[in-house]
């Protein structure tokens, strides 16, 4: 399987993009879909996920970001919303496939302020 993200770009504070995470293969048995954003001189950290059917969802954008997929075209999107610079950074998606974890290429958000 094969991940590859996209959608990222520079918005402005209090825009939204949506990320797209494009599989190659069929997520359809995967255990865990999520995004994880790498902000500059951080460590790489979940953002959200979808698990056993419920959605997760890091405390600093709740209400703010929604992460859904695509059974049939094989994608998992991000909705981002009421964007904020804190917001900066890569994100990549994330596949769980026993016992494989797959990890997209990135895609660069840059929120100003």
């Known amino acids: 399987v094969q991940l590859q993200a996209s959608g990222g770009g520079l918005v402005q504070a209090g825009g939204s993009l949506r990320l797209s995470c494009v599989a190659s293969?069929?997520?359809?048995?995967?255990?865990?879909v999520g995004w994880y954003l790498q902000a500059p001189g951080k460590q790489r950290e979940l953002v959200a996920r979808?698990?056993?059917?419920?959605?997760n969802y890091a405390d600093s954008v709740k209400g703010r970001f929604t992460i859904s997929r695509d059974v049939i075209k094989n994608t998992v999107y991000l909705q981002m919303n009421s964007l904020k610079p804190e917001d900066t950074g890569v994100y990549y998606c994330?596949?769980?496939?026993?016992?494989?974890?797959?990890w997209g290429q990135g895609t660069l958000v840059t929120v100003s302020s």
């Open positions: 293969g069929n997520i359809l048995s995967a255990k865990i």
């Open positions: 994330n596949v769980l496939i026993l016992p494989r974890d797959y």
């Open positions: 979808i698990f056993a059917g419920t959605t």
